[in-house]
């Protein structure tokens, strides 16, 4: 199994214009398999997920099947399906950053509050 974060992609490859960020060629068809929402791709930026093998006579090693995961953001690596759950994402993340500053929850938590924002930069 792949596992990497996919800045582009085309119908049988993960990054193709981002060579250094991990190029990788799916061998066989269907190709990239990836979420729609209303016959739309949701855009980047995506987990590549991708399960490799070796071909039978020692060959170099071929990416077999693969999947295009929505994720947040880079920094948030998690699974999304539109680009409204992305935005639910930032909404939630807005009262958490209120919190921050609570001095009286930090003392109840025995830790302070932290929240990043994923919003792309």
């Known amino acids: 199994m792949l596992c990497w974060l996919a800045r582009d992609l085309e119908d049988n490859e993960f990054n193709p214009t981002n060579l250094q960020e991990g190029h990788v060629e799916v061998a066989v068809a269907p190709g990239v398999l990836r979420s729609k929402v209303f016959f739309n791709r949701v855009p980047d930026p995506w987990l590549?997920?991708?399960?490799?093998?070796?071909?039978?006579h020692n060959g170099p090693w071929e990416c077999l099947t693969a999947w295009a995961q929505p994720v947040v953001a880079p920094e948030c690596p998690v699974p999304v399906d539109s680009g409204q759950e992305r935005r639910a994402f930032e909404t939630l993340r807005r009262p958490a950053a209120c919190l921050e500053d609570d001095t009286a929850l930090s003392q109840a938590l025995g830790a302070g509050v932290w929240a990043q924002s994923w919003r792309r930069r």
């Open 48 to 56: 590549f997920l991708g399960i490799v093998a070796r071909p039978e």
